[in-house]
T-cell receptor, first 107, second 114 residues
Framework: GEDVEQSLFLSVREGDSSVINCTYTDSSSTYLYWYKQEPGAGLQLLTYIFSNMDMKQDQRLTVLLNKKDKHLSLRIADTQTGDSAIYFCAGGNALIFGKGTTLSVSS | ETGVTQTPRHLVMGMTNKKSLKCEQHLGHNAMYWYKQSAKKPLELMFVYNFKEQTENNSVPSRFSPECPNSSHLFLHLHTLQPEDSALYLC?????????????FGQGTRLTVV
């Protein structure tokens, strides 16, 4: 079946860049998504990329898509303590989520 | 506020109880989803409804019974649950069910089975 894999933890210092990686198996996804979940809250869409694009930039966020390798990444520039959260990549016809990457930002 | 409302926010139930979780959206979306998020497992898709028809049942035990009376409402009926069913249950909706549009999530119902 469809599968989405992510690394579980990432720890960075404030002001550094964060890169969260994701691999997926379902190549039929029209869109691939990044969701953010803050403590005690539901999931919120952070950004998404159309499957025929290689890169999308949205303020501090850069999404890179390598369709050949089925690899998606999210780069957060100038990471802030408020960026500490769990980040999920998702895709596929039934919106399958990865396990989530816990980003910890230290000051 | 995402436009998807889940009630109750917290629920404690015994293993012999019957309860229901409710999800409501007035975004005009045609697809609704139930996800389970527990501490030990990744976010798991449980059910998908598209235009009120169930299009996905991800091998969910029969003690979880979904109901979608219309495109705006989705229920998850619970009966004879086990302690390992304790988790955050998230509802989501999207314009269509093909993964082609953004999904909006509710805040979730934190379920504890005792």
């Amino acid at each position: 079946g469809e599968d989405v894999e992510q690394s579980l933890f990432l720890s960075v210092r404030e002001g550094d860049s964060s890169v969260i990686n994701c691999t997926y198996t379902d190549s039929s996804s029209t869109y691939l998504y990044w969701y953010k979940q803050e403590p005690g809250a539901g999931l919120q869409l952070l950004t998404y990329i159309f499957s025929n694009m290689d890169m999308k930039q949205d303020q501090r966020l850069t999404v890179l898509l390598n369709k050949k390798d089925k690899h998606l990444s999210l780069r957060i520039a100038d990471t802030q303590t408020g960026d500490s959260a769990i980040y999920f990549c998702a895709g596929g016809n039934a919106l399958i989520f990865g396990k989530g990457t816990t980003l910890s930002v230290s000051s | 506020e995402t436009g998807v409302t889940q009630t109750p926010r917290h629920l404690v139930m015994g293993m012999t109880n019957k309860k229901s979780l409710k999800c409501e959206q007035h975004l005009g979306h045609n697809a609704m989803y139930w996800y389970k998020q527990s501490a030990k497992k990744p976010l798991e898709l449980m059910f998908v409804y598209n235009f009120k028809e169930q299009t996905e049942n991800n091998s969910v035990p029969s003690r979880f019974s979904p109901e979608c009376p219309n495109s705006s409402h989705l229920f998850l009926h619970l009966h004879t649950l086990q302690p390992e069913d304790s988790a955050l249950y998230l509802c989501a909706s999207s314009q269509t069910g093909g993964g082609d549009t953004e999904a909006f999530f509710g805040q979730g119902t934190r379920l504890t089975v005792v």
